[in-house]
């Protein structure tokens, strides 16, 4: 379920799995949880891989808009992105209405990479607030973020949660792995077994093939930049070095000059 094309297509197809997911992620009985996904795709049909939106949109008990999105390639620009996709969810106000009445809204993105490599976390969470005595500024909108190569950092609350063993789920790359998974509680099998049947279904084997392609090119020309991005800095540097051999060249000349 890294590939965005699966995990959408699962979370569409079964809401029993929709349900158990958020109630992870927001701490909530999953029992307790109306949830609609609010930009439905259909399923198998072509998608272009430069239009498909990746974000799940999704209603929680009418009153909350929460965005969901797969990403495994490190682009770069995660916490922009994020941000902008929360603010598109928050600004839901109707003509006429009072801002008092916006709903909330939160963002969770699943990502391969450190957000911040100097301090890797598994799953965290923020908000706006005061930067003198941190007092939450609003409690209507925050983002979080669930590492899924940081599955060993998870919390005692995480794993409480189980947004560990989602994690693991989201990983699994063998059906063994996931009959494992599948296992541990309803949910998780109901996830599993809504994979199998999805990857029978050749439109939907084939969408997922295609994003496959797309993210491995993407992460090919992430990495062909980032190395082009270091010839040049290197190549910066030599000529920064050339230049102040140079100066000091000239300095030196410019001193004997003088002596004669």
């Not at 974000?55 to 390639?73: G, K, P, Y």
């Not at 063993?165 to 063994?176: D, G, I, Q, R, S």
């Not at 930049?225 to 140079?246: C, H, P």
């Amino acid at each position: 379920m890294t590939n965005d094309y699966m995990f959408r297509a699962v979370l569409q197809k079964n809401k029993k799995v929709l349900a158990g997911l958020v109630g992870s992620l927001l701490h909530l009985d999953p029992e307790t949880l109306d949830v609609e996904i609010a930009n439905p795709i259909i399923l198998g049909e072509s998608i272009d891989d430069k239009t498909f939106v990746l974000d799940v949109e999704v209603t929680v008990n009418q009153t909350t808009h929460l965005d969901l999105e797969m990403q495994v390639v490190n682009y770069g620009n995660w916490r922009e992105r994020s941000l902008s996709y929360l603010c598109r969810s928050f600004d839901s106000l109707t003509r006429g209405a009072n801002y008092i009445d916006l709903a909330p809204a939160v963002h969770i993105g699943f990502i391969d990479f450190s957000l911040f490599e100097d301090v890797p976390e598994f799953y965290a969470t923020y908000k706006m607030q005061n930067v003198k005595n941190h007092r939450i500024y609003t409690d209507k909108m925050w983002l979080s973020v669930v590492e899924l190569n940081n599955i060993r950092l998870a919390t005692k609350e995480d794993r409480l949660y189980n947004i560990d063993l989602w994690a693991k789920l989201f990983k699994a790359k063998t059906w063994e792995e996931l009959k494992t998974m599948a296992a541990t509680n309803q949910y998780m099998e109901s996830a599993a077994n809504t994979m199998y049947e999805l990857s029978a279904d050749h439109m939907v084997k084939e969408q997922c093939r295609r994003r496959a392609e797309y993210e491995l090119y993407q992460k090919y020309l992430a990495e062909e930049n980032a190395r082009k991005d270091a010839l040049i800095a290197e190549q910066k540097a030599v000529i920064a070095d050339k230049d102040t051999l140079i100066a000091d060249l000239k300095r030196q000349l410019a001193e004997a000059q003088r002596k004669d």
